[in-house]
């Protein structure tokens, strides 16, 4: 009789969450998926984000470089092989500004994507006479609605089931495996849940708000330029992210928020700020001869706010008995999650050897 493979809930269904669910089933595991929100669900943090391929890891924080690395190249093969996954292969142009140079410095994965650039007022012409030197890689945008409905349709064709659900303890999770037996593993990618998560409870969880713009406008490449002058929000930046089905997404700011000063109302001096510095470092937008398309004025299709789920100390990945924790990535959920999903695999196969004595 052949052996059952090793039951898995995960809770959440986040980007995290099935990236590390779809994984788990292409290794062997019987996966189950649990959320309050899916895929569809615009309440979904993950829907949110502007989503791209770009490294906020330290030179000395290798834990988190190694989380990142696999996305890079796992993103590039989606773009060019997997048509329906939202994914866009873009280059990124990294602007340092004049008032703000010393700050700047080259990112550790210079020696590790191709095709990695300087830039400087030798070789390159920026967009507006502030930028002085920055810096050009290959890399990717991801429209996130369609990428998540991509990786449901993935865990559904690979035999997964996802649910909607809602848990006041981890521990409950136990009582979801579409057997209807008890599961041998839960994944734990609640994000900012895991706050609030009985059995969790994890305090350093706390929310960075996000200011985002959506419009019909194309741009080229991406574009971010960090800090910008004349801020009036703690970590405002410029950047924007164009789009495979065009327009693009400008935003915005990092501010890091308590729990009880969320909220989602729109600062209409914010969105300005955003739009005057996108006329000035991505002029192309209001230009029909770069896009066809591109009106003369920047064509509005939205405007929110959001959160990242951010952790002091970084992404938790770690087993605590039977649960794998795999959340707190913040704004680098995206980019982070096939290696955060490796690590998720690695830690399940150890536990299931040790406690099944069986090795997928």
Same mark, same amino acid.
């Given at each position: 009789?052949?052996?059952?493979?090793?039951?898995?809930?995960?809770?959440?269904?986040?980007?995290?969450?099935?990236?590390?669910?779809? @994984?788990?089933?292409?290794?062997?595991?019987?996966?189950?998926?649990?959320?309050?929100?899916?895929?569809?669900?615009?309440?979904?943090?993950?829907?949110?984000?502007?989503?791209?391929?770009?490294? #906020?890891?330290g030179?000395? +924080?290798?834990?988190?470089?190694?989380? &990142?690395? =696999?996305?890079? !190249?796992?993103?590039?093969?989606? /773009?060019? +092989?997997?048509?329906?996954?939202?994914?866009? +292969?873009?280059?990124?142009d990294? $602007?340092?500004?004049?008032?703000?140079?010393?700050?700047?410095?080259?990112?550790?994965?210079?020696?590790?994507?191709?095709?990695?650039?300087?830039?400087?007022?030798?070789?390159?012409?920026?967009?507006?006479?502030?930028?002085?030197?920055? #810096?050009?890689?290959?890399?990717?945008?991801?429209?996130?609605?369609?990428?998540? /409905?991509? @990786? $449901?349709?993935?865990?559904?064709?690979?035999?997964?089931?996802?649910?909607?659900a809602?848990?006041? #303890?981890?521990?409950?999770?136990?009582?979801?495996? #579409?057997s209807?037996? *008890?599961?041998?593993?839960?994944?734990?990618?609640?994000? @900012?849940?895991?706050?609030?998560?009985?059995?969790?409870?994890?305090?350093?969880?706390? =929310?960075?708000?996000?200011?985002?713009?959506?419009?019909?406008?194309?741009?080229?490449?991406?574009?971010?330029?960090q800090?910008?002058?004349?801020?009036?929000?703690?970590?405002? /930046?410029?950047?924007?992210?164009? %789009?495979?089905?065009?327009?693009s997404?400008?935003?915005?700011?990092?501010?890091?928020?308590?729990? &009880?000063?969320m909220?989602?109302?729109? &600062?209409?001096?914010?969105?300005?700020?955003?739009l005057? %510095?996108?006329?000035? $470092?991505?002029?192309?937008?209001?230009?029909?001869?770069?896009?066809?398309?591109?009106?003369? +004025?920047? &064509?509005?299709?939205?405007? !929110?706010?959001?959160?990242? =789920? *951010? %952790?002091?100390?970084?992404? %938790?990945?770690e087993?605590?008995?039977?649960?794998?924790?795999?959340?707190?990535?913040?704004?680098?959920?995206?980019?982070?999650?096939?290696? *955060?999903?490796?690590g998720?695999?690695?830690?399940?196969?150890?536990?299931? /050897?040790?406690?099944?004595?069986?090795?997928?």
């Amino acid at each position: 009789m052949p052996e059952s493979k090793p039951k898995v809930v995960v809770v959440g269904a986040g980007v995290t969450g099935l990236t590390s669910g779809l @994984l788990l089933l292409k290794n062997g595991y019987d996966v189950s998926i649990i959320a309050k929100h899916i895929p569809g669900d615009f309440e979904l943090l993950s829907s949110k984000a502007g989503a791209q391929w770009s490294s #906020h890891s330290g030179p000395d +924080e290798f834990t988190f470089q190694e989380y &990142d690395k =696999p996305g890079y !190249y796992e993103f590039l093969k989606l /773009a060019r +092989e997997e048509p329906t996954s939202g994914i866009h +292969e873009v280059l990124v142009d990294h $602007y340092a500004h004049k008032d703000y140079v010393s700050a700047y410095k080259l990112p550790w994965f210079e020696s590790y994507v191709p095709g990695f650039q300087k830039l400087d007022r030798s070789n390159f012409k920026f967009p507006s006479d502030d930028l002085v030197k920055g #810096h050009r890689y290959k890399s990717v945008t991801i429209t996130t609605p369609h990428y998540l /409905a991509y @990786l $449901y349709a993935k865990v559904i064709e690979f035999g997964g089931t996802i649910k909607r659900a809602r848990i006041d #303890h981890i521990n409950d999770a136990n009582k979801y495996h #579409h057997s209807g037996e *008890t599961p041998d593993l839960i994944i734990n990618a609640t994000a @900012l849940g895991a706050r609030f998560l009985g059995g969790v409870n994890d305090l350093k969880m706390y =929310p960075v708000k996000g200011h985002i713009v959506v419009v019909s406008n194309s741009c080229y490449n991406q574009k971010i330029v960090q800090p910008v002058p004349g801020s009036e929000v703690p970590g405002e /930046a410029f950047y924007i992210m164009n %789009r495979k089905e065009g327009g693009s997404i400008i935003g915005g700011c990092y501010h890091p928020v308590k729990i &009880d000063e969320m909220d989602f109302k729109i &600062d209409d001096k914010l969105t300005q700020r955003i739009l005057t %510095r996108a006329k000035k $470092y991505a002029p192309e937008l209001l230009d029909s001869k770069a896009f066809p398309e591109n009106k003369p +004025e920047l &064509d509005i299709v939205t405007v !929110y706010v959001a959160y990242r =789920p *951010t %952790r002091e100390g970084g992404i %938790r990945l770690e087993r605590e008995g039977k649960i794998i924790h795999n959340y707190g990535a913040g704004g680098t959920g995206y980019q982070s999650s096939f290696g *955060t999903a490796a690590g998720v695999l690695k830690l399940a196969n150890e536990y299931i /050897a040790k406690t099944k004595g069986s090795k997928l």
